[in-house]
C-alpha cells in the first residue's frame, strides 16, 4: 500500500520527495490518498485541511481503546510516542494481538509494531515514488489496479478483527455507512457509521 | 498549487492528526486514574474501531461502483476479495492479504483487458 501511494502521488504530479514528506509528517494512509486527490483538484487550502482532518476524525476513538488494553499500571513509555503511530492498521493488529501478550510486554510491543509499520510506510512510499513512474508508463492494468489497494486493505482489515465485535454492530455501521452516503458527504458518512456501531455496543452492553 | 503552499498544508494537517491521536489518550490516562469507565462505555469503545473500517470498506466499494455497478466493476472486486480471503487464511498477517487481493484484482482486469 505504501508502494502504491507513493504511485498515486507521482502520478497525481507531485515530486517524490513531497509524496515522501507527506507520509514522514501525515502517516495517515487513507487519508493521504485523499489528501493528493484534494490537492491535485486544486482544492482551497482550509478545505483541504478541514477534509482530511475530519477524515481522521475516527482515530479520536483508536487511543483510549489502545490505551485500556494496555497496562496502565507499568507504564514506562511516553503517551506522546505511543499516540504517534496510531494508524488503522497499527490498531486493528494491536487490538487482535495484544491480549496474547503479558500485561509488562504489552507497551514495548506495540512500540515495536509501531515503528516497523512506519518505517515501512515511509520507505514504500520512497520506492513507489522514486522509481514508480516507468511502472505505471508502462501499464494501463497497474494503473487501474492501483484503485483496489485501498478497498483490499480494508477488507483484509475487517477480516483481522471481525471476531472483536459482534456481526450487528459491523452490519449497522455498514447500514448507517450506505444510508450516510446519499445524504452527507463522505467524511460524514463514516462518522455515522462509527457512531452507530458504538450506539448499537453500548445499547447491546446495557440491555446484558 | 504551489509547493509552499503544499507543505504548510502538509504540516497542518500532520500536526492535527498527531494531536487527534495523542489528545485522547491523555485524557484517557488522566480519567483511568479518577476512576473506571462502566462495562458498556468499554464495549462502545472497542465498537468504533471495527465500524470505522467497516464504513471506510463501504465508502470504497461506493466509490468503485457507482454510478451503477456493472459485471465488468463487479468481476474483479470479487476476485480481489477472494484473493484477500485466501492470503489471510493461509498466510495470516494483513499485508500478504491485501498483496492477495491486489493481485488478483489486476489479473482480472488483465484477462478481461
Do not use: C
Given at each position: 500500500?505504501?508502494?502504491?501511494?507513493?504511485?498515486?502521488?507521482?502520478?497525481?504530479?507531485?515530486?517524490?520527495?513531497?509524496?515522501?514528506?507527506?507520509?514522514?509528517?501525515?502517516?495517515?494512509?487513507?487519508?493521504?490518498?485523499?489528501?493528493?486527490?484534494?490537492?491535485?483538484?486544486?482544492?482551497?487550502?482550509?478545505?483541504?485541511?478541514?477534509?482530511?482532518?475530519?477524515?481522521?476524525?475516527?482515530?479520536?476513538?483508536?487511543?483510549?481503546?489502545?490505551?485500556?488494553?494496555?497496562?496502565?499500571?507499568?507504564?514506562?513509555?511516553?503517551?506522546?510516542?505511543?499516540?504517534?503511530?496510531?494508524?488503522?492498521?497499527?490498531?486493528?493488529?494491536?487490538?487482535?494481538?495484544?491480549?496474547?501478550?503479558?500485561?509488562?510486554?504489552?507497551?514495548?510491543?506495540?512500540?515495536?509494531?509501531?515503528?516497523?509499520?512506519?518505517?515501512?510506510?515511509?520507505?514504500?512510499?520512497?520506492?513507489?515514488?522514486?522509481?514508480?513512474?516507468?511502472?505505471?508508463?508502462?501499464?494501463?492494468?497497474?494503473?487501474?489496479?492501483?484503485?483496489?489497494?485501498?478497498?483490499?486493505?480494508?477488507?483484509?482489515?475487517?477480516?483481522?478483527?471481525?471476531?472483536?465485535?459482534?456481526?450487528?454492530?459491523?452490519?449497522?455501521?455498514?447500514?448507517?455507512?450506505?444510508?450516510?452516503?446519499?445524504?452527507?458527504?463522505?467524511?460524514?458518512?463514516?462518522?455515522?457509521?462509527?457512531?452507530?456501531?458504538?450506539?448499537?455496543?453500548?445499547?447491546?452492553?446495557?440491555?446484558? | 498549487?504551489?509547493?509552499g503552499t503544499v507543505i504548510?498544508?502538509?504540516?497542518?494537517?500532520?500536526?492535527?492528526?498527531?494531536?487527534?491521536?495523542?489528545?485522547?489518550?491523555?485524557?484517557?490516562?488522566?480519567?483511568?486514574?479518577?476512576?473506571?469507565?462502566?462495562?458498556?462505555?468499554?464495549?462502545?469503545?472497542?465498537?468504533?474501531?471495527?465500524?470505522?473500517?467497516?464504513?471506510?470498506?463501504?465508502?470504497?466499494?461506493?466509490?468503485?461502483?457507482?454510478?451503477?455497478?456493472?459485471?465488468?466493476?463487479?468481476?474483479?472486486?470479487?476476485?480481489?476479495?477472494?484473493?484477500?480471503?485466501?492470503?489471510?487464511?493461509?498466510l495470516k498477517t494483513i499485508?500478504?492479504?491485501?498483496?492477495g487481493g491486489v493481485l488478483?484484482?489486476?489479473?482480472?482486469?488483465?484477462?478481461?483487458?
Amino acid at each position: 500500500m505504501a508502494i502504491s501511494f507513493g504511485l498515486a502521488a507521482i502520478h497525481a504530479g507531485f515530486a517524490p520527495w513531497v509524496a515522501v514528506l507527506i507520509s514522514i509528517l501525515v502517516y495517515a494512509g487513507a487519508a493521504q490518498f485523499i489528501l493528493i486527490t484534494l490537492l491535485a483538484g486544486g482544492g482551497s487550502p482550509v478545505s483541504v485541511i478541514g477534509i482530511v482532518l475530519l477524515m481522521n476524525v475516527r482515530h479520536v476513538f483508536y487511543g483510549p481503546a489502545l490505551a485500556s488494553r494496555l497496562d496502565s499500571s507499568s507504564r514506562r513509555l511516553p503517551t506522546p510516542l505511543l499516540a504517534a503511530g496510531l494508524t488503522d492498521e497499527v490498531f486493528a493488529t494491536s487490538i487482535s494481538k495484544l491480549a496474547e501478550r503479558p500485561g509488562h510486554e504489552r507497551e514495548y510491543w506495540y512500540a515495536g509494531l509501531q515503528l516497523g509499520a512506519y518505517l515501512a510506510w515511509v520507505a514504500g512510499t520512497a520506492l513507489g515514488a522514486y522509481f514508480g513512474k516507468d511502472w505505471l508508463q508502462s501499464s494501463a492494468v497497474l494503473a487501474q489496479t492501483l484503485g483496489f489497494v485501498l478497498p483490499a486493505l480494508f477488507f483484509a482489515l475487517l477480516l483481522e478483527i471481525r471476531g472483536i465485535v459482534p456481526w450487528y454492530v459491523l452490519a449497522g455501521a455498514a447500514a448507517m455507512t450506505l444510508i450516510g452516503m446519499a445524504v452527507l458527504p463522505a467524511y460524514g458518512a463514516i462518522v455515522a457509521g462509527m457512531l452507530a456501531g458504538a450506539l448499537l455496543r453500548f445499547r447491546r452492553a446495557r440491555g446484558a | 498549487m504551489q509547493t509552499g503552499t503544499v507543505i504548510w498544508i502538509v504540516v497542518v494537517i500532520g500536526i492535527g492528526t498527531y494531536l487527534i491521536r495523542l489528545l485522547p489518550m491523555l485524557w484517557h490516562d488522566r480519567d483511568g486514574k479518577s476512576g473506571a469507565r462502566p462495562a458498556n462505555w468499554r464495549y462502545a469503545l472497542d465498537a468504533v474501531g471495527p465500524s470505522a473500517i467497516v464504513a471506510l470498506l463501504v465508502l470504497s466499494f461506493w466509490d468503485m461502483l457507482s454510478p451503477m455497478p456493472t459485471w465488468k466493476a463487479g468481476m474483479p472486486i470479487l476476485a480481489g476479495l477472494a484473493g484477500v480471503w485466501l492470503g489471510k487464511h493461509y498466510l495470516k498477517t494483513i499485508a500478504w492479504a491485501t498483496l492477495g487481493g491486489v493481485l488478483a484484482y489486476g489479473l482480472v482486469v488483465g484477462a478481461m483487458g
